[in-house]
């Protein structure tokens, strides 16, 4: 009885698969049109190269929002427009950084300031402190021991070699393993807790520390970067909101220059650096950040159903932001440019959305999915409040608005510069023998993978919360996780044009299938509290 059940589950899923149709006369034209007269390249050189890294709110990230407005606005599409997103906090930039090592002996030092971390206003020199201050019980043990001192807040870290290579793509055994899913374990108890509570214990030491050094009158401080070979992960620090504490000049040193110090202080050795760190707030008070808005309107009878595509146009600011998510932006402003190319006239409309926020907690699109489609009721307790919603537990009912059952899908594209070999399905098994069949004409450029396991820590986390069908793809690494990825080799050089083209098409004929189905692509369940 199992073999006839089995069986006639297979022949019930080829069935599914069979009926799904794909216009491959019109995806030929998008792989023309990607292929032999792709613009990806230089939307992206200008993204980067041009205007530059793109922190949220910074007059950068501005400046990137003039721009695709204006690019959407040439290509003729519908509603260009940016939406407010809260009072996000101040606008933040820097324009140059340096350390010098004066003694035991002259020696530079590669450094760059955290975001949201005031300015030194011209070089300022000062010995250096070995100081781990992790908890407020630790403010006693250099209360008196700080001021005029640059602090060295890490341990120093012993250099690990890389047990992998620097770039890398995917194999058939590793797309074949990413096809497996792994049952999950149960919880073990108070663990959602205690990652809860730690987050609020960061939220609450920060602006004491921020504090405490500018009252002790630390010079400024300095921790070890997360990666090794020379690379620099910097990322926020201070405070974005006005009327924080700010703290006193913050950087992100290379460990191995960092170790160098710090085996100095071991041996006894006095140190002495300056430090001249030219940053600072572009305002005096919090302002919203703004997602970048624009679509190409419906003209079937499910035009008031829409199919949206995105990726997140913020980034650090150590690098210019290429790989994450310049790429996953100019990919998916190409894929509207290609649909409007080859004359697409989509049943539903198709919306692509420009996220801001996404480093500090998928604030854009949570924000816009909450005003748009549906969130749950604001916590009760005011410290989980400043927790972004993204790492919130499900509590209550979801709200939903009037266009929750009008979005069709979402797809997202926040995994660096790689080319796509398939996509995540979220644990959506109906969405399964569909994705297959709209991978099929592109399985010749390496894009053949649908896998259940879920992905996460990026904005199709904020529509698959609320129970929408958000979707991102899988990517190849190439040296995203090893190289890039938050550090200030996050530029041009490390982009691999023929992949965005490949991604390119595949993003415009997903948007383009999804718009033109029957019905909307299927939901999960949605399990609510």
């Known amino acids: 009885m199992k073999r006839y059940l089995l069986a006639a589950c297979v022949?019930?899923?080829g069935a599914v698969h069979a009926e799904e149709s794909v216009d491959l006369e019109m995806t030929s034209r998008i792989r023309q049109e990607a292929f032999n007269h792709s613009q990806v390249m230089?939307?992206?050189?200008?993204?980067?190269?041009?205007?530059?890294p793109r922190l949220t709110n910074s007059p950068a990230m501005a400046k990137a929002n003039a721009w695709t407005r204006a690019k959407f606005d040439e290509w003729g599409l519908a509603r260009v427009h940016d939406e407010p997103v809260a009072a996000f906090g101040r606008g933040w930039?820097?324009?140059?950084?340096?350390?010098?090592?004066?003694?035991?002996?002259?020696?530079?030092?590669?450094?760059?300031?955290?975001?949201w971390t005031p300015g030194t206003a011209g070089p300022v020199e000062g010995e250096v402190v070995a100081a781990k201050i992790e908890a407020k019980?630790?403010?006693?043990?250099?209360?008196?021991?700080?001021?005029?001192k640059i602090v060295f807040l890490s341990e120093a870290r012993a250099y690990k070699p890389g047990e992998k290579s620097d770039f890398t793509r995917h194999?058939?055994?590793?797309?074949?393993?990413?096809t497996g899913f792994t049952v999950p374990a149960d919880e073990k108890p108070g663990t959602r807790a205690e990652n809860r509570e730690r987050r609020r214990k960061r939220n609450e030491f920060a602006p004491l520390l921020n504090r405490f050094l500018m009252e002790e009158g630390a010079l400024a401080t300095v921790s070890i970067s997360g990666w090794d070979n020379g690379l620099v992960l910097v990322s926020g620090g201070g405070s974005r909101k006005a009327g924080e504490p700010v703290g006193v000049p913050a950087l992100a040193m290379a460990a191995e220059h960092y170790n160098h110090v710090m085996r100095a202080l071991e041996r006894k050795q006095s140190v002495r650096l300056r430090v001249n760190v030219d940053a600072g707030f572009t305002g005096d008070a919090d302002e919203p950040a703004y997602?970048?808005?624009?679509?190409?309107?419906?003209?079937?009878?499910?035009?008031?159903?829409?199919?949206?595509?995105?990726?997140?146009?913020?980034?650090?600011h150590g690098g210019t932001g290429a790989a994450d998510n310049g790429a996953g932006v100019a990919v998916m402003m190409e894929a509207m440019r290609i649909l409007k190319a080859v004359g697409a006239r989509p049943d539903r409309t198709i919306r692509i959305a420009l996220w801001t926020g996404e480093e500090q907690g998928l604030i854009g699109s949570a924000d816009y999915v909450a005003n748009h489609f549906g969130k749950y009721p604001e916590p009760a307790d005011p410290k989980d409040k400043d927790i972004p919603v993204s790492l919130r537990d499900n509590k209550g009912k979801l709200i939903r608005t009037r266009e929750y059952d009008q979005l069709a899908a979402y797809f997202n594209l926040d995994n660096g510069g790689g080319k796509i070999r398939g996509v995540y399905a979220q644990e959506n098994l109906a969405a399964t023998p569909i994705f297959e069949a709209w991978l099929k004409p592109f399985n010749d450029v390496g894009a053949n993978t649908v896998t259940q396991r879920n992905t996460g820590s990026t904005d199709h986390i904020s529509f698959d919360?609320?129970?929408?069908?958000?979707?991102?793809?899988?990517?190849?690494?190439?040296?995203?996780?090893?190289?890039?990825?938050?550090?200030?080799?996050?530029?041009?050089d490390h982009i691999v044009p023929e992949d965005l083209k490949q991604a390119s098409a595949i993003v415009a004929a997903f948007a383009y299938n999804a718009a033109m189905r029957p019905v909307k692509l299927p939901r999960k369940p949605l399990i609510e509290d």
């Open 93 to 115: 930039e820097f324009r140059s950084a340096s350390v010098q090592m004066l003694s035991p002996r002259a020696f530079p030092l590669h450094a760059l300031p955290k975001a």
């Open 42 to 52: 230089p939307l992206l050189t200008h993204l980067t190269d041009e205007i530059g």
């Open 137 to 148: 019980e630790d403010f006693e043990k250099f209360k008196g021991k700080l001021k005029g």
């Open 291 to 316: 997602n970048t808005i624009a679509e190409i309107p419906g003209t079937g009878p499910h035009r008031n159903e829409v199919v949206m595509i995105g990726a997140h146009m913020d980034s650090w």
């Open 11 to 13: 022949a019930l899923a």
């Open 171 to 178: 194999t058939e055994a590793t797309l074949d393993d990413l």
């Open 465 to 492: 919360r609320i129970g929408l069908p958000g979707f991102q793809f899988v990517q190849d690494d190439l040296d995203y996780f090893t190289n890039v990825h938050h550090s200030d080799m996050d530029v041009l």
